[in-house]
């Protein structure tokens, strides 16, 4: 039955992704994520779930489907459901590489329903799990994750948003002797890459979207890493609505345990655009070809799957690198 959920919740992610796929390098990055929108509630449409959207498009008032509160499904199992149907809306738009389609989904009650505001980050892998902290410093994250890796703080590769408002935080990292990953859009995929092998990174950290934090923090407890955050709030109607919507201190450190409260969470990836974690959607004469990543956090299994969707004659490729 859990494969099976799974399976069902990948193909939620794939429609995504297909859909926004179309628009790569078009430079419509709305016209993008309104199609991956629309996939994806469509795709939920056809599962026999009781599913409540905890992070999504925004409040009712501000999106027309997937929106916070938004109940998906024909009925049946009752779970929540995180969503991000196209993670880097600009990255598709100007075909950049790591745009995701994106979901986390796990039993009632057990997914934080965190606002649109800003949330202070920190994510490293299993290997340097426990070392950093988010009111660390930057050096002092730096050096603990150097020393959990057997490393130098010049080996360690830090993801951080190019934003203004990290110029002190890049300075900082900098002047630590680690080297930087900037990011122009994409969250998630910063924080997620720091526990697979093969993209480099090390250490994510900065301020970015609250919701994408605890997509990230559903894949870190699935994989076994470490993410940790705090709301960073704009404004007190943001900091009512969480006081309203949040289950967590507001005020404190958000861990995993705080913002995924179960040990039987999902995070599931469908690849947009190509990129380190995930190559993005290919399109042929007889159809389309898929790559994602399924994290099971109960089993402690992650699957990298490729789909391909036949409407053609063509016949199936095989990678050979």
């Known amino acids: 039955m859990r494969t099976t959920r799974i399976v069902e919740m990948l193909e939620v992610t794939e429609a995504a992704a297909l859909a926004a796929g179309r628009w790569m390098g078009k430079g419509e990055k709305n016209l993008a994520d309104n199609a991956a929108v629309e996939a994806m509630r469509q795709a939920f449409d056809m599962l026999d779930i009781s599913g409540e959207i905890v992070i999504g498009e925004g409040e009712r008032d501000e999106a027309p489907m997937l929106f916070i509160g938004e109940k998906v499904g024909r009925g049946g199992e009752e779970i929540d ?9 600009n990255l598709t738009a100007y075909g950049q590489p790591n745009s995701l ?14 606002p649109d505001t800003y949330m202070m980050k920190v994510a490293t892998g299993p290997s340097a799990a426990g070392a950093i902290h988010v009111d660390a410093t930057p ?6 994750v150097a020393k959990a890796l057997d490393r130098e703080p010049e080996e360690i590769v830090v993801c951080i948003l190019d934003r203004e408002r990290h110029a002190g935080m890049i300075e900082e990292v900098r002047r630590s002797g680690a080297r930087i990953r900037l990011i122009s859009d994409g969250d998630v995929f910063g924080a997620v890459a720091t526990a697979i092998e093969g ?10 979207g609250a919701p994408e934090g605890v997509l990230a923090a559903a894949a870190m407890k699935c994989i076994g890493g470490q993410f940790m955050g705090r709301f960073a709030f704009r404004n007190d109607s943001e900091r009512e609505r969480a006081s309203v919507m949040s289950k967590c201190d507001i005020d404190g450190v958000l861990d995993m345990e705080c913002l995924v409260r179960t040990d039987d969470a999902a995070f599931i990836a ?34 990298f799957i490729e789909t391909v969707y036949q409407t053609g004659p063509e016949r199936i490729w095989v990678r050979k690198d």
């Not at 459901?81 to 809306?89: H, K, W």
């Not at 050096?139 to 603990?144: F, H």
């Not at 993209?199 to 970015?208: A, D, E, K, R």
């Open 199 to 208: 993209t480099g990174i090390h250490l994510y950290m900065g301020i970015g």
């Open 101 to 114: 389609a994106v979901l986390a989904f796990g039993p009632k009650g057990t997914l934080l329903n965190a």
């Open 270 to 303: 469908t690849g947009v655009t190509d990129g380190e974690l995930l190559r993005g959607v290919k399109y042929f004469g007889g159809g389309s070809r898929t790559h994602s990543v399924a994290m099971d956090g109960k089993t402690g299994t992650v699957r």
């Open 81 to 89: 459901i995180a969503v991000d149907p196209l993670e880097g809306t």
């Open 139 to 144: 050096t002092e994250n730096v050096r603990a």
